[in-house]
Each structure stands twice: as C-alpha cells, then as structure tokens.
T-cell receptor
Framework: GAVVSQHPSRVICKSGTSVKIECRSL??????MFWYRQFPKQSLMLMAT?????????EQGVEKDKFLINHASLTLSTLTVTSAHPEDSSFYIC????????????FGPGTRLTVT | AQKVTQAQTEISVVEKEDVTLDCVYE???????LFWYKQPPSGELVFLIR??????QNEISGRYSWNFQKSTSSFNFTITASQVVDSAVYFC????????????FGAGTRLFVKA
C-alpha cells in the first residue's frame, strides 16, 4: 500500500512555457503533500508544503508565483512551473502523508523537467 | 534549527567490504524522526528506515544496520558485505514535530561498490 505516482515522469518544454506536474496518492488519502526539487548531484530541497483545501506554505526563497501549487483533493496535488526557464530544469519529487502522520511520507518517483 | 550533516560525500569500497555511512543531526525538538533513504540512478527514493527520538534501539535488517545515539546526535548506517547493487546515493533525513514534520535531507553520500 501507500503508493504515490507522479505524472509525467519526464517532460521537456521550451523556455517561457508553463508545465504542470501531478502528484497522486493512489491508495490512501493524503491530507498533506510536500514538493521537493533536486538539482544534479545535490540533495532534495523542500519547496513547499500543501494541505488539502488550503494554500501551500512555501519555503524561504521559493517564488510562489513561479511555482504554483494546488491541492484540490485528498489524492491530488499539482505543481505548475510558470514561464519556465533553463534554470528551472531539475528533478521534482513529491511526497504524501496521511492525516496526523506527517512524519510518515511516501515519495513519488519524481519528474525530470528539462527546459530548453 | 534543524540540520543534517553527512560529511562523507563519496565512498568507494570493494564488494564484500563493510561500509558505514555517517549522519549527524541537530534539532531542538524532543520529538523527531530520523530516516535513511536510498536513491539509485533511476532517481526514485527508496525508504530504508525510520526511527523516532524515543527509540534508541539499534536495528538490523539483513545486511543493513543502524546505530542511533542521541548522546552524539548521530544515526549511522552500516552495510555489511556490500554488493554492487548497493551502489547509490544514500540520504539521511530529519523530521521535527515543530513545523509540521517537514523533512530536511542531508547532502547525501554517494556509495560506489566495485566488483
């Protein structure tokens, strides 16, 4: 159990376009979802925490208007990279947790974004 | 503030050697969780273990073992009789009660196991 999927797994987009990444909890309801980004050969950096039905909480230095997060249901959160630029190219990973068990996170397989 | 330090950037061993990956953490909370994850070249994180701050008991799972010592704020990970398939990046992570248990990752240790 506790499977999290991400779609797409890989995406290439042109500079200036927007791209949406979906994160789904397949067999449980996730009240909280987290979004991370990982540059090559670096660690995972938390971008934001999203709770279903409320606005996401962004980490310091993460642009809210650039990385739009929507957590409209208990099984789906989306991250939209708006007006993407080559420096946004990265590996984006989401995780999901059950209500009251935020310490127990289930990670998605990640989405590799390349902006040309 | 919470912090996780993995001082070893890269480790290279020969198959069948034992290897220990170090992890030192900082936290002001009394309730927290520590994790180890494996990230193979595919990129997908593989959960290895979770330990809460009230459970200092060491754990063994097959060739893997973990040593949690609150006195030194360390949570080290040992692979016994390493195999080529163990080659990956290993992350230690910390999740605190304060701040909604968001997870902070260490920089990671890249392990190369040569045949």
């Amino acid at each position: 159990g506790a499977v999290v999927s991400q779609h797409p797994s890989r995406v290439i987009c042109k500079s200036g376009t927007s791209v949406k990444i979906e994160c789904r909890s397949l067999d449980f309801q996730a009240t909280t979802m987290f979004w991370y980004r990982q540059f090559p050969k670096q660690s995972l950096m938390l971008m934001a925490t999203s709770n279903e039905g409320s606005k996401a909480t962004y980490e310091q230095g993460v642009e809210k208007d650039k990385f739009l997060i929507n957590h409209a249901s208990l099984t789906l959160s989306t991250l939209t990279v708006t007006s993407a630029h080559p420096e946004d190219s990265s590996f984006y990973i989401c995780s999901a947790s059950l209500e009251g068990l935020s310490y127990e996170q289930y990670f998605g397989p990640g989405t590799r974004l390349t902006v040309t | 503030a919470q912090k996780v330090t993995q001082a070893q950037t890269e480790i290279s061993v020969v198959e069948k050697e034992d290897v220990t990956l170090d992890c030192v953490y900082e936290t002001r909370d009394t309730t927290y969780y520590l994790f180890w994850y494996k990230q193979p070249p595919s990129g997908e994180l593989v959960f290895l273990i979770r330990r809460n701050s009230f459970d200092e008991q060491n754990e063994i799972s097959g060739r893997y073992s973990w040593n949690f010592q609150k006195s030194t704020s360390s949570f080290n990970f040992t692979i016994t009789a390493s195999q080529v398939v163990d080659s990956a990046v290993y992350f230690c992570a910390l999740s605190e009660d304060t701040g909604g248990f968001k997870t902070i990752f260490g920089a990671g240790t890249r392990l190369f196991v040569k045949a």
